[in-house]
């Protein structure tokens, strides 16, 4: 069996269901990627899927469609999305088995 190329927890899944509906237009769930960026090289992305591109990697669970960019799966196979929320800050959480470093502020990764 194939490693998925993205898992999603039930905090994550919540949160994206949230944001959708608080979001007041229609929305075909959200698109994760990556862009160059940081000081490690690599940064996760995540909007608003819009519109469906034809190449788009598509995650259904737990309610929520998450769509992965083409240029990203080779990057995020095997990841988990996860939604944290701490007494100083909230958000987001990627747990990416192909990450080899990740730099000191947590903004960014490589492989």
Excluded at 14 to 26: C, S
Excluded at 38 to 65: H, M, N, W
Excluded at 77 to 91: A, H, I, R, W
Aim: proline share 5%.
């Amino acid at each position: 069996m194939a490693t998925p190329v993205i898992t999603i927890t039930e905090s994550a899944a919540k949160r994206v269901a949230a944001m959708i509906t608080d979001r007041g237009k229609p929305s075909q769930g959200v698109r994760i990627g990556v862009r160059t960026a940081g000081c490690s090289g690599l940064s996760y992305t995540l909007e608003f899927a819009d519109d469906i591109q034809p190449q788009d990697e598509v995650v259904r669970d737990k309610g929520v469609t998450v769509y992965v960019d083409p240029k990203a799966t080779m990057f995020l196979v095997g990841t988990e999305m996860d939604f944290v929320e701490g007494d100083l800050q909230s958000g987001f959480v990627f747990r990416n088995p192909n990450e080899r470093a990740r730099c000191g502020c947590g903004e960014s990764f490589h492989v």
